[in-house]
C-alpha cells in the first residue's frame, strides 16, 4: 500500500462551531469523523456526479428513421436512362424532408454506481466543504411562522452568501416554506443529500437535527452568556448630567472599610433617633 492510499483513507477529527439563529456562536460540536473527516478523493467524486447527473438525463430525444417518415413510398425515376444516380425514395437520409441515419433514440442514460462510492463521494464532498469553512451549523430554527424575511435575516447573520444548500429534515416545515422563495437557496431533505448538490453549492447550512451521524458538544466549548434579568431599564438609569462628577468622587482609600460599616438596619434606626431628637 502505498503513501498516497495510506494517506486518502485517513480520517481526522471533525469539529465545527453551532451558532444561534443570530449569529452568536453557541458551542463548538464534534461532528463523525466517517463523514465529515474524510480527504477529498477527486476522481471519486468526479465519477459520482458524473453518473448522478447523467441519471438525471430524461433521454427522450427521437428522430425518424426512413422507415418512419411518412411518404416516399414510390421510386422518384426509373432505375437506367436518366444519366442520374438511383434513387428508390425521396425519404432516404440524403434528401431533404428524408429519415435521419444513426439519429438518437429515447434511452436510459443512468449508470451503475455502488453504493459504497456513492456515500464515500459524499463524505468527501461534505469533508471538503468543512475543511474550506463553507459550513454552518445552527442549533435550530426559531420560525414561529413562515416568513421569507426572516430567512434573509438568518443567511445575513450567519454571513452566508452565493448559493447556499439549506440540508433540512422532515420535520423543518416552517424553515422550508420561509427558505422555498429565495433563488439561491436550495433545499434538501438528509436522506436526499448527494456530493452533486453539495459541490454546486458555495455554502452549506445545516441544523443540527439533520446532521448526518449526529453532533456531540465539546466539552467546556459552551459560551456562557449575561443575566440581564435584574439590569435597570433605560427609563430610569441617572441622566449623565446628574451623575457625580469623577472629581468628587470619594477616592477608594478614604472609603470606610466593609467591616466598619454600620448595617443598614442600625443605620436607619440611629437616623430615626436623631431625627427625632433633632424635633424635640
Aim: hydrophobic letters at 40%; charged letters at 25%; proline letters at 6%.
Amino acid at each position: 500500500m502505498t503513501n498516497e492510499t495510506i494517506e486518502r483513507d485517513r480520517v481526522v477529527e471533525a469539529t465545527i462551531d453551532r451558532f444561534d439563529t443570530d449569529g452568536n456562536v453557541v458551542d463548538t460540536v464534534s461532528l463523525d469523523a466517517a463523514v465529515f473527516g474524510v480527504p477529498p478523493n477527486v476522481p471519486l467524486m468526479h465519477q459520482v456526479v458524473t453518473a448522478q447527473l447523467a441519471a438525471r438525463r430524461s433521454g427522450t430525444h427521437s428522430t425518424k428513421t426512413r422507415a418512419e417518415v411518412a411518404g416516399g413510398g414510390a421510386k422518384p425515376y426509373r432505375q437506367k436512362g436518366t444519366g442520374r444516380a438511383r434513387q428508390g425514395t425521396i425519404r432516404a437520409p440524403q434528401y431533404s424532408g428524408g429519415g435521419v441515419a444513426f439519429g438518437p433514440k429515447p434511452r436510459s442514460y443512468a449508470q451503475r454506481t455502488p453504493r459504497k462510492m456513492v456515500r464515500l463521494a459524499l463524505a468527501c464532498a461534505l469533508s471538503d466543504r468543512l475543511s474550506e469553512g463553507r459550513m454552518r451549523l445552527v442549533d435550530s430554527w426559531r420560525f414561529e411562522v413562515p416568513k421569507t424575511k426572516d430567512a434573509v435575516k438568518v443567511l445575513t447573520a450567519l454571513g452566508l452568501g452565493g448559493r447556499v444548500l439549506v440540508v433540512l429534515s422532515p420535520d423543518d416545515m416552517l424553515a422550508e416554506r420561509s427558505f422555498s422563495n429565495l433563488a439561491n437557496v436550495h433545499l434538501v431533505e438528509t436522506s436526499q443529500l448527494s456530493a452533486y448538490e453539495v459541490l454546486a453549492s458555495d455554502w452549506v447550512l445545516f441544523a443540527t437535527t439533520a446532521v448526518p451521524g449526529g453532533v456531540t458538544v465539546v466539552e467546556g466549548s459552551q459560551r456562557t452568556t449575561l443575566d440581564r434579568s435584574d439590569a435597570v431599564p433605560v427609563e430610569d438609569a441617572v441622566p449623565v448630567e446628574d451623575a457625580v462628577p469623577v472629581e468628587d468622587a470619594v477616592p477608594v482609600e478614604d472609603a470606610v472599610p466593609v467591616e466598619d460599616a454600620v448595617p443598614v438596619e442600625d443605620g436607619r434606626a440611629s437616623g430615626a433617633v436623631d431625627d427625632e431628637e433633632g424635633g424635640k
